[in-house]
T-cell receptor, first 114, second 115 residues
Framework: GNSVTQMEGPVTLSEEAFLTINCTYT??????LFWYVQYPGEGLQLLLK?????DKGSNKGFEATYRKETTSFHLEKGSVQVSDSAVYFC?????????????FGRGTSLIVHP | ETGVTQTPRHLVMGMTNKKSLKCEQH?????MYWYKQSAKKPLELMFV???????ENNSVPSRFSPECPNSSHLFLHLHTLQPEDSALYLC??????????????FGQGTRLTVV
């Protein structure tokens, strides 16, 4: 079946450091890939997405490239801020029995210190 | 009002109570989902409704009962819950007709505590 694997957290960084959160997936065919962010006490919000191989999603300084050859969709940001502290979820969406079901990774907590 | 709205935001209930969680979306979507988010556990998909039909039920105990009266509303009826059911319950919606390309939109969740 479909699955998403994310690196274990928490990831702890100083402000302005470079961020990478690894994500790999298992799926047949061509799923769409997403990164969501969850701030404390809130639901999940879409951060960025890519719907086909080699697409790059970007938003708020975050980027991720859909790499079919390595089945990866790693999240990167060049300079993190304290306000980026949150939990980040990698997800895919693919057909399942006639429906399209989002499948999420376990989430990676990011803590950014001033 | 826009987006996905969940009520209540917080709920404390005893193990013998019956309560319901409500989710409403104003995005014109036709698929809705219930997820359970517990501390230190992955996000668990509970139920999926597509075009108002239940299409997924991931071995959820019968003390959780979903209801989708129309494409804009989704309920989760709760009865005789256990303390381990305490969690954040998240509702989401998406546009099923556009397939895999469209993202899910989430509500802010209901923080449920069973005492």
């Amino acid at each position: 079946g479909n699955s998403v694997t994310q690196m274990e957290g928490p990831v702890t960084l100083s402000e302005e450091a470079f961020l990478t959160i690894n994500c790999t997936y298992t799926a047949t065919g061509y799923p769409s890939l997403f990164w969501y962010v969850q701030y404390p006490g809130e639901g999940l919000q879409l951060l960025l997405k890519a719907t086909k191989a080699d697409d790059k999603g970007s938003n708020k300084g975050f980027e991720a490239t859909y790499r079919k050859e390595t089945t990866s969709f790693h999240l990167e940001k060049g300079s993190v801020q304290v306000s980026d502290s949150a939990v980040y979820f990698c997800a895919l969406k693919k057909a399942s029995g006639g429906s399209y079901i989002p499948t999420f990774g376990r989430g990676t907590s990011l803590i950014v210190h001033p | 009002e826009t987006g996905v709205t969940q009520t209540p935001r917080h709920l404390v209930m005893g193990m013998t109570n019956k309560k319901s969680l409500k989710c409403e979306q104003h995005l014109g979507h036709n698929a809705m989902y219930w997820y359970k988010q517990s501390a230190k556990k992955p996000l668990e998909l509970m139920f999926v409704y597509s075009l108002e039909e239940r299409v997924e039920n991931n071995s959820v105990p019968s003390r959780f009962s979903p209801e989708c009266p129309n494409s804009s509303h989704l309920f989760l009826h709760l009865h005789t819950l256990q303390p381990e059911d305490s969690a954040l319950y998240l509702c989401a919606s998406s546009q099923a007709g556009q397939g895999a390309r469209t993202e899910a939109f989430f509500g802010q969740g209901t923080r449920l505590t069973v005492v």
